[in-house]
């Protein structure tokens, strides 16, 4: 008996030490390869991008089969360059689905999960909220898609610009942006889901008790956030969903500009333009971003996203684009400094 309790003893010990340096050694590891997604977006085809008439089933059917079939390629890049896939991250940014809705929402999540084992990040887009605000039964699809974002991640990201409390004896409040940052060895990944000027306020029921949803930007947050990733020494890329038409002030967009140059962003990742993946040429494109360079991943109904690779010396980054999710045929787009 005693000398059995001393096997478990050991064993426990064993199974702390294996837990523990598969932790540091993906706090410690300098990823390679970084994956940006964006506008899965159930259920949404290239027929809904152009015009073309389908019907709702074979949109959903298309949209389901232009999802797995994306996810499962980058399931399939990760498994060719790691044994251990959570070292190199996937970040979708936005539109997970077409209008909010929780069947939408669940079709979604249940492909991304069974593809990649919730080793994935995400942020939200304009179909997952910005236009759901009053056209939707209750608010409940922009509620709904913020509601399974804060489940997965509030009370686990010491970074995310969230908070809830009571508005009165029955109200409850969410406030915030619901941006958040997180770290992958030296790199310093940030998410800004619609815009980092987005902001709407609106009221939502669940079972009958009122939520209040006080979205605000996120420019003060991401100061403080680029700031500290700078003072560490972090090679910072930002991720947002539409990379122009953003809803804030000539003066926040400045704002943006600056504290991007200031705190040498490396580069920014986004979607939202289905049909025009790669780099980002809008006519406008510097009085948003300077001279930071913007990369779009393009989408599931476009069976297009982007690989990025850091160099060894970490001195450089080279992009790549996927086209009809086959990695292996990747092609590079640009090659930028890291800062």
């Not at 360059?81 to 929402?105: C, K, W």
């Not at 939502?204 to 003072?231: C, F, M, N, Q, V």
Request: net charge neutral.
């Amino acid at each position: 008996m005693f000398l059995d309790k001393k096997v478990k003893a050991l064993l426990a010990a064993l199974l702390c030490v294996v837990a523990g340096a598969a932790y540091s050694a993906q706090n410690d590891h300098l990823p390679r390869h970084l994956i940006f997604t964006s506008d899965p977006q159930y259920p949404w085809t290239e027929s809904s991008d152009y015009g073309w008439d389908e019907s709702g089933s074979e949109k959903e059917k298309r949209s389901q089969w232009l999802i797995e079939t994306q996810y499962a390629d980058v399931a399939s890049f990760r498994r060719h360059y790691s044994s251990e896939q959570t070292l190199i991250p996937v970040m979708i940014n936005g539109d997970m689905t077409a209008f909010g809705h929780g069947g939408q929402r669940s079709m979604t999540r249940s492909i991304l999960d069974k593809q990649l084992g919730r080793d994935y990040d995400y942020g939200l887009g304009n179909h997952d909220y910005e236009n759901n605000v009053d056209d939707c039964f209750l608010n409940n699809c922009a509620a709904g898609s913020i509601v399974d974002f804060n489940e997965r991640y509030f009370g686990k990201l010491s970074t995310l610009d969230v908070r809830k409390s009571d508005e009165g004896t029955i109200k409850k409040g969410v406030f915030g942006s619901l941006a958040y940052s997180k770290g992958f060895g030296d790199v310093h990944l940030v998410q800004l889901h619609n815009e980092p000027t987005y902001s709407t306020t609106f009221t939502a029921y669940d079972w009958g008790t009122p939520t209040g949803y006080h979205i605000s930007d996120a420019l003060g947050w991401l100061e403080e956030d680029l700031k500290a990733a700078r003072r560490n020494g972090k090679i910072i890329i930002l991720n947002m969903h539409k990379p122009e038409r953003w809803k804030g002030s000539s003066e926040q967009i400045a704002r943006f500009k600056t504290m991007i140059e200031r705190y040498k962003v490396t580069a920014v990742f986004a979607g939202h333009l289905h049909t025009e993946p790669g780099t980002f040429t809008g006519w406008n494109r510097r009085d948003y971003f300077g001279e930071v360079p913007v990369f779009l991943s393009g989408g599931a109904s476009s069976q297009t996203y982007l690989i990025a690779d850091i160099a060894r010396d970490r001195q450089t980054m080279k992009v790549h684009q996927v086209s009809g999710n086959d990695w292996p045929s990747r092609k590079e787009i640009a090659t930028v400094p890291v800062r």
